[in-house]
């Protein structure tokens, strides 16, 4: 049976972005800035080449590309693979303050970089590790007198 034009599957956004080219481009811009970034740089090993492949080949599976990640490294497990950094909500902001100046830097058509840094605000806030508790949340503790000395 022949399929109509309304049908049709819609270009991946790795396509659309025009493939690995443009994800080599944007995370290297971001890299760029986490190397000068007081935040961020000391979360990262000297020699950051693996993390931008880890991240380049990720970004490349998720939006429709080759699946080198998965075969290389296994299931993406993104809040597992981050749990060993300490990542708080200043961490977060410096890391979205590159990666949205890498996608504005990149040549994304509007629609495609609002996808973009759709996907990477609410990647960026789930990785969240070590916010302090909120107002209203705090752990409770027992006061002196109701503690138990243990003799």
Not at 62 to 73: C, I
Not at 76 to 82: D, G, V, Y
Not at 124 to 129: F, G, Q, S, V
């Amino acid at each position: 049976m022949a399929s109509s034009a309304g049908d049709a599957i819609p270009e991946s956004v790795y396509r659309q972005l025009g493939g690995t080219d443009y994800f080599n481009a944007l995370v290297a811009r971001f890299y760029e800035g986490v190397a000068g970034d007081p935040v961020l740089r000391p979360l990262y090993p000297e020699d950051m080449t693996d993390a931008e492949t880890n991240l380049r080949d990720f970004l490349v599976q998720y939006w429709g590309g080759p699946d080198d990640y998965s075969r290389r490294r296994g299931h993406p497990m993104l809040r597992a693979r981050h749990l060993p950094f300490s990542i708080g909500r200043q961490e977060r902001d410096a890391w979205m303050h590159h990666m949205a100046a890498a996608v504005r830097s990149s040549g994304a058509p509007a629609e495609l970089a609002a996808e973009l840094l759709d996907y990477f605000e609410r990647a960026a806030t789930h990785l969240l590790n070590a916010e302090p508790p909120r107002p209203g949340h705090l752990p409770i503790v027992p006061a002196p007198s109701e503690q138990r000395a243990d003799n």
